[in-house]
T-cell receptor
Framework: AQRVTQPEKLLSVFKGAPVELKCNYSYSGSPELFWYVQYSRQRLQLLLRHISRESIKGFTADLNKGETSFHLKKPFAQEEDSAMYYCALRGGAAGNKLTFGGGTRVLVKP | SAVISQKPSRDICQRGTSLTIQCQVDSQVTMMFWYRQQPGQSLTLIAT?????????ESGFVIDKFPISRPNLTFSTLTVSNMSPEDSSIYLCSVDIWGDEQFFGPGTRLTVL
C-alpha cells in the first residue's frame, strides 16, 4: 500500500526565514510526487511535481528515493506563503489516483 | 487546464436525508475523482468515476452510501445517502488531464445536524 506522511501539522516561521516541509512516502515502485497548496478561501492547486524539477514561487523539492522523501523548501519565506500544503503520491497499480499526506499548515509571521 | 464547478457550495442537512453534489468541468475528461476532507483531516479518495463504467470505490466506501453518476465526459454527481453527523465534511471533485495534473473543484461543505 502507498502512504504519504507529513510529520508536521504546523510550521510557524518569520518572514525571510527558510522553511522546509517534510514529506516521506512508502511505495514499492517508482512514484510520482507532488506538492499541492491551498491558500485561504481558494481551491487546492498544484504547486510543483518532482518530474518537472522546477522552482515555483521560490519553492523547490527534490525526490530522494534512498530516503523516500520529497521535502519542500524555500530559502526565504514570504507572508503570502501562508497556506496549507499537501504532499501527494501517484503510482503504478493505483493508476492516476492521488494519495495525500496529512497536510502541513505554514504560517509566516511578519 | 480545467475549470471545475461544484453545486451546492455548502449545505446544512438533517440526518437521514440525502444530498446530491454536482461537478461540472469545462472540458471533456476521462477520469473524475471524488474526495472527502473531514474537519482537520487530509483528503481521502472516495471513488474514481469513469464515463461509461461503474465507479470504482476505495476501501471503506460503498456504492449504497455514496452512489455516483457519470453520464458524460463533463459531468458527475456524488450522492451522500442517509446522512449522519459523521458525514459532515468537505467533498471535492477533481479531474485528471491526460494523466498529467489533477485539477480540483472548490468543494462542497456539508454539515449534517
Amino acid at each position: 500500500a502507498q502512504r504519504v506522511t507529513q510529520p508536521e501539522k504546523l510550521l510557524s516561521v518569520f518572514k525571510g526565514a527558510p522553511v522546509e516541509l517534510k514529506c516521506n512516502y512508502s511505495y514499492s515502485g517508482s512514484p510520482e510526487l507532488f506538492w499541492y497548496v491551498q491558500y485561504s478561501r481558494q481551491r487546492l492547486q498544484l504547486l510543483l511535481r518532482h518530474i518537472s524539477r522546477e522552482s515555483i514561487k521560490g519553492f523547490t523539492a527534490d525526490l530522494n528515493k534512498g530516503e523516500t522523501s520529497f521535502h519542500l523548501k524555500k530559502p526565504f519565506a514570504q507572508e503570502e506563503d501562508s497556506a496549507m500544503y499537501y504532499c501527494a503520491l501517484r503510482g503504478g497499480a493505483a493508476g492516476n489516483k492521488l494519495t495525500f499526506g496529512g497536510g502541513t499548515r505554514v504560517l509566516v509571521k511578519p | 487546464s480545467a475549470v471545475i464547478s461544484q453545486k451546492p457550495s455548502r449545505d446544512i442537512c438533517q440526518r437521514g436525508t440525502s444530498l446530491t453534489i454536482q461537478c461540472q468541468v469545462d472540458s471533456q475528461v476521462t477520469m473524475m475523482f471524488w474526495y472527502r476532507q473531514q474537519p482537520g483531516q487530509s483528503l481521502t479518495l472516495i471513488a474514481t468515476a469513469n464515463q461509461g463504467s461503474e465507479a470504482t470505490y476505495e476501501s471503506g466506501f460503498v456504492i449504497d452510501k455514496f452512489p455516483i453518476s457519470r453520464p458524460n465526459l463533463t459531468f458527475s454527481t456524488l450522492t451522500v445517502s442517509n446522512m449522519s453527523p459523521e458525514d459532515s465534511s468537505i467533498y471535492l471533485c477533481s479531474v485528471d488531464i491526460w494523466g498529467d495534473e489533477q485539477f480540483f473543484g472548490p468543494g462542497t461543505r456539508l454539515t449534517v445536524l
